[in-house]
């Protein structure tokens, strides 16, 4: 009896097991279906693509302006003279018309010393040009009164031209940085310098042009060590200008220019030789004319102090004897700079000696101010 029992349990006990087993797979399946038609909560909309900058709208025109105010102190063969004056007051407009055309206008507020406005101070067009960008990428071509290829390079790394001008625009050998022409403008590859060369007048923008006779001027600058830390700021830079006043009366320059810059530190060493015949000599002859100019400010930085040092040895005439010229001019500086201005207060001490009995020696101290925005 006992054994019937047993048997009768061992047989029920599977079939239990096999009913739980389909239960449970039942109560899952019930629950994955109703979790399968639970309702999804929405995916999240894409992002939305971000709307285009609209385009410019031109014309875009800026104003600005440069001046330089001055108190000039004559210390020697000059009776004690002494004035105070605007030596330039530019009124910058600069027009972009296109994503590739611009133009700039600037008149300039300058005294007169000759006419019957000798004293006064007048206004005369300084900049009048177009500019056609991206010729070749970010190359450019100019016409009008604009820069030539060497002076508004030379102040781009010689910051002072508030106390004087450039070695060679101050000893009359380039007729002004701006005149009449047509340029072009382009970077080598890579930042290993720039190229720029052009036809113009030669007469400079305040003269009009005597005939037909033209100046090429071209300037080739290399910086050897682009990709460098410090001697990044190392170029060297070449200069020629193939001009005539008339037939057989030359105008020619050659510069060349050694250039260093740095944060605390800008230096310049240049050489020139020139020959020329102006329309001014009785007899006409070629002149030969030579030079060389150190330039060194050690400074704080862009803004800040700044020590200002400079040496011009020039030869009028290399024919002639007892005609060396040399200036000296030392002095210091502290500049004020912003994003869109800077104000600098210079003071120097200029001096002049002539070689040549005929010539009074100078000797001068100048404070002036650097007002541009």
Not at 41 to 54: C, D, I, L, W, Y
């Amino acid at each position: 009896m006992r054994n019937t029992c047993e048997n009768a349990v061992s047989y029920k006990e599977p079939h239990m097991t096999t009913r739980l087993l389909a239960a449970t797979a039942l109560v899952v399946l019930s629950v994955s279906s109703a979790a399968a038609q639970q309702p999804q909560p929405p995916s999240a909309p894409p992002a939305a693509a971000q709307a285009p900058a609209p385009p410019p709208q031109y014309p875009i025109v800026r104003v600005g302006a440069l001046s330089y105010l001055q108190y000039d102190a004559e210390l020697e063969n000059r009776d004690g003279f002494n004035n105070f004056d605007v030596t330039r007051a530019y009124l910058n407009i600069n027009a972009q018309i296109s994503d590739n055309i611009r133009f700039r206008f600037t008149p300039d507020i300058r005294r007169v010393t000759d006419s019957s406005l000798s004293g006064s101070l007048v206004v005369r067009v300084k900049y009048a040009f177009a500019q056609f960008d991206n010729i070749t990428p970010r190359a450019w071509i100019r016409l009008g009164l604009h820069q030539t290829p060497w002076l508004d390079f030379e102040e781009s790394i010689n910051r002072y031209r508030v106390q004087g001008t450039m070695f060679s625009e101050r000893e009359g050998l380039i007729p002004g940085s701006a005149d009449f022409g047509v340029s072009y403008f382009t970077p080598l590859p890579n930042g290993y310098g720039e190229v720029q060369g052009g036809v113009f007048n030669g007469e400079g923008f305040t003269q009009p042009e005597a005939n037909k006779y033209k100046s090429v001027q071209g300037r080739l600058t290399v910086r050897p060590f682009p990709n460098a830390s410090v001697v990044k700021g190392l170029r060297v830079s070449a200069f020629y200008n193939a001009g005539w006043y008339a037939a057989d009366r030359p105008r020619r320059l050659g510069i060349v220019m050694g250039s260093f810059e740095h944060d605390h530190l800008v230096a310049t060493v240049e050489g020139l030789r020139a020959t020329e015949n102006p329309l001014t000599l009785t007899v006409p002859r070629d002149i030969d004319r030579n030079g060389w100019s150190v330039f060194v400010e050690p400074r704080q930085g862009p803004a800040g102090l700044a020590g200002i040092f400079r040496y011009d040895a020039f030869v009028p005439d290399d024919s002639l004897v007892d005609n060396d010229q040399d200036r000296f001019i030392a002095g210091g500086a502290y500049w004020f700079v912003w994003p869109r201005a800077k104000v600098g207060f210079v003071v120097t001490n200029e001096q002049v000696k002539y070689e040549s009995p005929t010539r009074l020696d100078e000797n001068r101290i100048l404070v002036q101010t650097h007002i541009e925005f």
